[in-house]
């Protein structure tokens, strides 16, 4: 290329990784600031874990309902990927029809980030909130509920098949933990009673 006087010209992918670069840090930690939630469907939180399946990893993906510490939203699958996260989060939305300006905070993965999840998130009239560089406590509510999921259930079970491990799932989040499982936060309620309690 050099012999015949010609260049390659890379700026522009480079012009466009900044612009991601700016639109990626561009959302901000609006929960730091935000009042706690009173009521339903006004905060949410979503993040992902892996669990082990035989000799393979599974990955789930969920949404917290910040009020009442509810999950409503869930995806089990293979892949730790932006498809997992979304299905997680459209199942929120059409389980609890939230309306607009419902804030969804998670951490800064670019399973969050991806253009897919934001667009579905503003076709929602949804606001992103992302944790701060560096700052993993600010989704603590969602690392609690994974702390008790694999305390209550993953470390006393193992899974042979996806299948197995999924009605598992199924059986834990929304038959016990959402209708049964106390929290202190809640005054030893269950999200589910809580919910009814105050709504």
């Not at 600010?138 to 509920?145: L, P, Q």
């Not at 993953?154 to 042979?160: E, Q």
Request: aromatic share 10%; glycine share 6%.
């Amino acid at each position: 290329m050099r012999e015949q006087g010609l260049r390659a010209r890379s700026y522009r992918i480079y012009m466009k990784m900044a612009k991601l670069h700016r639109f990626y840090q561009s959302i901000k930690n609006i929960k730091k600031d935000t009042p706690k939630p009173t009521a339903v469907n006004q905060q949410w939180s979503g993040d992902l874990t892996y669990i082990r399946q035989g000799k393979r990893w599974m990955y789930l993906a969920v949404v917290i309902d910040l009020y009442s510490r509810k999950v409503v939203g869930w995806s089990l699958g293979s892949k730790k990927s932006t498809q997992l996260t979304m299905s997680s989060l459209r199942m929120g939305i059409r389980n609890r029809k939230p309306q607009e300006r419902l804030l969804f905070h998670t951490d800064r993965g670019s399973e969050y980030r991806a253009h897919e999840v934001q667009a579905l998130l503003s076709k929602n009239g949804i606001v992103p909130s992302m944790n701060r560089p560096g700052h993993c406590t600010d989704n603590a509510e969602v690392e609690s509920f994974f702390h008790t999921l694999k305390g209550d259930m993953i470390r006393k079970n193992s899974f042979k098949s996806e299948k197995q491990l999924r009605d598992k799932l199924v059986g834990y989040i929304q038959h016990f933990y959402n209708r049964y499982r106390l929290h202190s936060s809640l005054g030893y309620r269950s999200p589910h009673e809580y919910e009814v309690m105050t709504g």
